[in-house]
């Protein structure tokens, strides 16, 4: 009757055609799985063999001649799979908990609690690691959420699942365990602050102890009148890694930036695309978009708009390396003095600087770093361009605040005639404008 299952086929003329129908009929309880809810289960005949599907659940059981002996759930323990619990859950706004020692998904309703998701992350911590899946629509928690090692929390996209964080002065997300944190995924939601006209939390802030391999997929943060991204003194995240985020209606104008590192320490940290259209209803300052003590940071992307003011500010001994600057600001208090800062002597890299509105007294400025009293060495600076009637600059492309040290030079991909000095310094010829090297064809 099938190919899989080799059902009998009574044979033409047969008498007793009942015969192999009836084995046939005998083999379907084993054959076919029975589904129904998981409250339902006793209603059937747990015969050896038989297998049952719980579809509220996602709990699989397999007949042992007398009971139904659970042998997993399909979507728990951080598998590929959604069960039809987890997403039935899901659509009825829970907070779903999959623990990777737990044989069924958890969830936590909203409605039931302040801190729906940090319940959800202390089910699966309890339960060795495993995943947070959140549902469409807004999420309330009076925050912080305080993510543990080897836990992901996910959502179905930005613009479906949104967390707002309610108390004004709570973080979004910290990082703040007394051992660290390692291995931690976001990804896949918005994280809304209170808003308003007072200050707020930071949005992801990194205290306390260091955090490792966290990896931040898409997220979109607005409604932070602060800091959206803070790494405080004396902490290193590392090999952390960061693929998109976009950050809207955020005030950062009385912090030193959008992104802060403050630390002097914490390596190979990587961002793809940072989008930033920061406000200034609160500071009336613009925002400075990121901002590097110490540490290595490199970014594919950096797009702005908004009152972004300074779009990249380098001091002490922070590694830099930066692929593009998109630099288009649309509603700043003030021109900011350059839109490219680089002080002290750490490395830094920037590819290129595109311009398309705003004003800013130079492109690039390089001066002298008062936090650790050097002066500003080894910094490549890629090629600018202006696009656009509503971009200018005030005055030249560079300003040398600072000579540099002629055993650690630093080059600009331009001409001479590009770069002004406004120190009083000896003169060292540490800086090289590399736009009359070489043989012209």
């Known amino acids: 009757m099938t190919d899989n299952h080799q059902y009998e086929t009574p044979a033409a003329g047969t008498l007793d055609w009942d015969e192999p129908l009836n084995r046939n009929f005998e083999r379907i309880d084993t054959d076919v799985e029975l589904r129904d809810a ?28 007398g009971s139904w002996v659970q042998l997993g759930t399909i979507g728990a323990g951080g598998g590929s799979g959604d069960g039809s619990g987890v997403t ?28 729906p998701i940090q319940d959800a992350l202390d089910i699966v911590d309890a339960a060795g690691g495993g995943e947070v899946r959140l549902p469409a629509g807004v999420v309330e928690e009076t925050g912080p959420i305080r993510p ?29 365990r007394e051992s660290g944190v390692s291995r931690v995924k976001l990804d896949g ?52 890694r960061h693929e998109q985020l976009t950050i809207y209606e955020c005030d950062a104008g009385d912090q030193d930036g959008l992104f802060e590192f403050r630390s002097w320490y914490g390596p190979a940290n990587w961002f793809g695309t940072i989008a930033a259209y920061p406000s200034a209803t609160v500071s009336g300052q613009n925002t400075t978009v990121f901002f590097s003590r110490g540490g290595t940071q490199t970014v594919d992307f950096l797009t702005m708009g908004g009152s972004s003011g300074v779009a990249v500010d380098q001091t002490w001994d922070s590694h830099l390396h930066f ?4 630099w288009e600001p649309t509603t700043n208090p003030s021109d900011p003095p350059a839109i490219v800062r680089l002080r002290g002597h750490g490395i830094a890299v920037i590819g290129s600087v595109k311009h398309v509105t705003g004003v800013a007294d130079y492109v690039y400025e390089l001066g002298y770093d008062s936090y650790n009293g050097r002066g500003p ?15 200018d600059i005030a005055n030249t492309f560079v300003n040398l605040a600072y000579p540099v040290d002629p055993a650690e030079p630093s080059l600009y991909q331009g001409s001479p005639d590009d770069v002004t000095v406004t120190h009083s310094e000896e003169a060292t010829g540490g800086f090289r404008a590399l736009g009359t090297a070489g043989t012209g064809f």
């Open 377 to 391: 060495n080894r910094k490549i600076l890629g090629p600018y361009i202006e696009l656009g009637a509503e971009a």
């Open 323 to 326: 692929g593009n600057v998109h």
């Open 189 to 240: 939601f918005a994280l809304n602050g209170p808003a308003g006209d007072q200050p707020t939390g930071v949005a992801i802030h990194h205290t306390n102890r260091d955090t490792q391999d966290l990896f931040v997929g898409r997220l979109v943060l607005w409604g932070w009148n602060n800091s959206v991204y803070r790494v405080d003194e004396g902490v290193g995240p590392f090999q952390c």
């Open 88 to 115: 039935a859950l899901l659509l009825d706004g829970h907070v779903v908990a999959l623990g990777r020692n737990n044989s069924a998904p958890q969830s936590v309703d909203p409605a039931t609690t302040a801190t």
């Open 38 to 65: 998981d409250a339902n289960r006793s209603n059937y005949v747990a015969k050896a063999g038989a297998k049952f599907l719980a579809t509220d659940t996602g709990n699989v059981y397999l007949g042992d001649g």
């Open 148 to 176: 543990y090692e080897e836990t992901q929390l996910l959502g179905l996209g930005a613009d479906i699942s949104k967390i707002a964080i309610t108390d004004r002065s709570a973080d979004g997300i910290l990082f703040d």
